[in-house]
């Protein structure tokens, strides 16, 4: 089962932030948190992992609770290409399966 | 990042019959592959994690004489949907987490499944 809450759905305007939470208030210790994103007909394609600290790299920013209840997904400028279906994932670090949720559909629009 | 790369990317077959999709890691080694089903309008749903040289280990509710996997070298997975049905139709897509390529799996482009 996944252990993650996120929205169904949010909207986001073409060149702003893109804030995307996601509440995994039963977190274990030991487990990252993953998160991918689907495009229409695609596999899913790897943005950002972390385990307490902030992370950041080419695409986006994790944003982690100091409790690790919950986390935000951060795209800092959202553009028509990002319109996705966004997973959080939580996971022991190494191979361990990736089970994935609802996810949250992100619009962006011009 | 890791390239995966699945095949077909889309197939038609008849009922009864067989299909083979191949999943491969083309730059890296893969010691464990995940194959996924996804229905239209749904998330991924986890069918079996292979482990190269040994038997795949099914999720429940998933028939292991229906979807047989094969992961025979550290770099081809195979799923096989045998004796298709209409209700198989679906999108497949097989993961694969690397020795050497850090903690995230990577993902094929799908392929899509029509049973007529």
């Known amino acids: 089962d996944a252990k993650t809450t996120q929205p169904p759905s949010m909207d986001c305007a073409e060149g702003r932030a893109a804030n995307l939470p996601c509440n995994h208030s039963?977190?274990?210790?030991?487990?990252?948190v993953y998160w991918y994103r689907q495009i229409h007909s695609q596999g899913p394609q790897y943005i950002i992992h972390?385990?307490?600290n902030n992370e950041t790299n080419e695409m986006a920013s994790l944003i982690i609770t100091e409790d690790r209840k919950s986390s935000t997904l951060i795209l800092p400028h959202a553009t028509l290409r990002d319109t996705a279906v966004y997973y959080c994932i939580v996971r022991v670090e190494r191979g361990d399966k990736l089970v994935f949720g609802a996810g949250t559909i992100l619009r962006v629009k011009s | 990042g890791a390239v995966v790369s699945q095949h077909p990317s889309r197939v038609i077959c008849k009922s009864g019959t067989s299909v083979k999709i191949e999943c491969r890691s083309l730059?890296?080694?893969?010691?464990?592959m995940f194959w996924y089903r996804q229905f239209p309008k749904q998330s991924l749903m986890l069918m079996a994690t292979?482990?190269?040289?040994?038997?795949?280990?099914?999720e429940q509710g998933v028939e292991k004489d229906k979807f047989l996997i094969n992961h025979a070298s550290l770099t081809l997975s195979t799923l096989t949907v045998t004796s298709a049905h209409p209700e198989d139709s679906s999108f497949y897509i097989c993961?694969?987490?690397?020795?050497?390529?850090?903690?995230?799996?990577?993902f094929g482009q799908g392929t899509r499944l029509t049973v007529v």
């Open positions: 993961s694969a987490l690397g020795v050497l390529r850090g903690s995230e799996a990577f």
């Open positions: 039963t977190i274990s210790g030991n487990e990252y």
């Open positions: 972390g385990l307490k």
């Open positions: 292979s482990n190269e040289g040994s038997k795949a280990t099914y």
């Open positions: 730059d890296f080694q893969a010691t464990t």
